[in-house]
């Protein structure tokens, strides 16, 4: 009996071992469950904070954009208005070519020259509105060219307090830190690499921007040529187009000439087709009047030779200087991860890390911007098509970042 009660009496020994194991164990998952719950937590706010970066980076990179659209907008917009005063000239001197010539008729000579000094006083009005219009784009085209210097630095200084922002909005108590991609180069060291302020000044940026800016006419701008009679023996046309000068000291200059001429063929019935005789012409010049064949001013330096002589000799200035100007342009250089954040948030409290990633990139959907020649466009500013993603961490980004934990446990 003795036997029976000295072995009944193990079993609470082992109730206790394992109920305290039992114990431990719960514990152990708890405090698990409690570590992922914080890993998951901490991850979420790793990712919300390189998002916002990102979202950020891309709006520096659309407002560059936009910005730069601005100023080829305005660039035309003053082609148009010079073009526009070029044309008025033509018909001016359509009319008052007329009226010469009507005032041969005894009957019409006073009337002709009653209209004449009407061309003229409409003639100088004219001019006048016109240098005021030219004269408010050039205004406009200087503060855009302001205003891309200071976004440029006012957006990059943002993001780190907008990080901070973000992170103390989930838990004032974390920490976190900054990286470009590969984790190395804190941020924001390569962001001011990746854009770079460029001027009218430097003669290869002028030409670069002049080139685009051409690019963007519009038809009446590029080339108003075409013609207003059109038989075997007789043509009148009419011919013209506006074009850009740029100066020495980046300065740059629009100008303009109008024509129409009388063709015929030397003999009538057969011969060869040519400019006999100069009905109208009229000029424009934004600053000062350019050197002659300057432009061929959609194809009228062709097409009426002698009356666009006649209008270059004739250009009048609207006297509106446009100084040199600046722009932002992308570098395609080696970006070393520039166009990419890494985040690492740490809890202090229980030294959990989460690390994020976010990557600006570019993105032109030919199922919604298809362009013309149907071609993949390359990354640029003049397209405000930048947007943000979260991207996985690299092997080097995880292998530094694994090094940096390991120096900072040790």
Not at 307 to 329: E, H, I
Request: proline content about 4%; hydrophobic content about 45%; glycine content about 6%.
């Amino acid at each position: 009996m003795k036997r029976v009660a000295i072995s009944r009496g193990m079993a609470l020994p082992l109730y206790l071992a394992f109920s305290i194991l039992l114990c431990l164990a719960l514990l152990s998952v708890t405090q698990l469950g409690q570590h992922a719950r914080r890993q998951f937590y901490l991850q979420s706010v790793a990712d919300n904070a390189a998002m916002s970066a990102g979202v950020l980076m891309a709006r520096q990179l659309n407002f560059a954009a936009l910005l730069n659209r601005a100023l080829i907008g305005n660039q035309v917009a003053l082609a148009q208005w010079v073009g526009l005063h070029s044309w008025f000239n033509m018909m001016l001197s359509l009319l008052n070519n007329s009226s010469t010539v009507l005032s041969l008729v005894p009957v019409l000579t006073g009337p002709m020259l009653t209209l004449k000094r009407a061309l003229k006083g409409i003639k100088l009005g004219t001019e006048r509105g016109l240098s005021a219009v030219v004269m408010l784009h050039v205004a406009i085209i200087q503060a855009i060219s302001a205003l891309q210097t200071v976004l440029q630095h006012t957006l990059i200084a943002e993001i780190p307090f907008s990080l901070k922002d973000v992170v103390a909005a989930h838990d004032e108590t974390l920490e976190w830190d900054a990286f470009h991609g590969g984790g190395i180069v804190p941020f924001p060291a390569l962001w001011w690499r990746l854009t770079q302020v460029e001027s009218t000044r430097d003669k290869e940026q002028s030409a670069f921007f002049k080139t685009l800016v051409l690019k963007s006419r519009d038809p009446f701008s590029k080339k108003r040529t075409y013609n207003w009679l059109d038989t075997y023996a007789l043509k009148i046309r009419r011919a013209g187009g506006s074009d850009l000068v740029t100066r020495w000291n980046g300065e740059w200059n629009w100008h303009a000439i109008d024509t129409v001429s009388a063709h015929w063929r030397k003999y009538w019935a057969f011969g060869s087709m040519k400019e006999r005789l100069p009905l109208a012409w009229g000029a424009s010049a934004q600053y000062v009047r350019v050197k002659r064949w300057a432009s061929i001013y959609g194809e009228s330096e062709w097409i009426n030779p002698w009356a666009t002589w006649l209008g270059w000799k004739s250009m009048p200035r609207l006297k509106v200087k446009q100084p040199a100007f600046r722009f932002v342009r992308l570098q395609h250089t080696a970006r070393l991860g520039a166009d990419k954040i890494v985040v690492k948030i740490t809890d202090p409290e229980s030294e959990q890390q989460a690390v994020a990633k976010a990557e600006v990139f570019f993105s032109r959907p030919n199922s919604l911007f298809p362009r013309s020649d149907g071609e993949r466009e390359r990354e640029n500013l003049f397209n405000a098509l930048w947007q943000t993603r979260i991207a996985p961490l690299s092997l080097v980004e995880k292998t530094v970042l694994g090094i940096q934990a390991y120096e900072k446990s040790t």
